[in-house]
Nanobody
Framework: EVQLLESGGGSVQAGGSLKLSCTAS????????WGWYRQAPGNECKLVSM???????HYEESVKGRFTISQDNARTTVYLQMNSLKSEDTGVYFC?????????????????????????WGQGTQVTVSS
């Protein structure tokens, strides 16, 4: 079974930067989307950013201009460069690899394949931003 391995989370002060990485344990598919979701304590699982096979991207409004999503040419690894971090960026970040398009503007109770009904999900990496 495909596993997504995340890294790069940690604790930083407001204004700092982190770069998250997520690598698939094996080839998945050429098409489809990569996405990064965030779940803060007591909050829903929300899409932060996604990148499609054609390189088109989407960002949640609050991170526009601060976060950048990218992928390697083989589409086995996705990155999320996070700059000018704010306390409200705190949460557990999950990557997802989906064979189809990721739906925008949708929230879920839990960041997992069982809860969302789609894709391969990473185990999550904690990002804590202190003010």
């Amino acid at each position: 079974e495909v596993q997504l391995l995340e890294s790069g989370g940690g604790s930083v002060q407001a204004g700092g930067s982190l770069k998250l990485s997520c690598t698939a344990s094996e080839y998945t598919y050429d098409d489809g989307d990569w996405g990064w979701y965030r779940q803060a304590p007591g909050n829903e699982c929300k899409l932060v950013s996604m990148i499609a096979s054609d390189g088109s991207t989407h960002y949640e409004e609050s991170v526009k201009g601060r976060f950048t999503i990218s992928q390697d040419n083989a589409r086995t690894t996705v990155y999320l460069q996070m700059n000018s971090l704010k306390s409200e960026d705190t949460g557990v970040y999950f990557c997802v690899r989906n064979p189809d398009a990721i739906k925008l503007g949708t929230w879920y109770k839990v960041c997992s394949a069982a809860s969302t009904g789609f894709g391969y999900w990473g185990q999550g990496t904690q990002v804590t931003v202190s003010s």
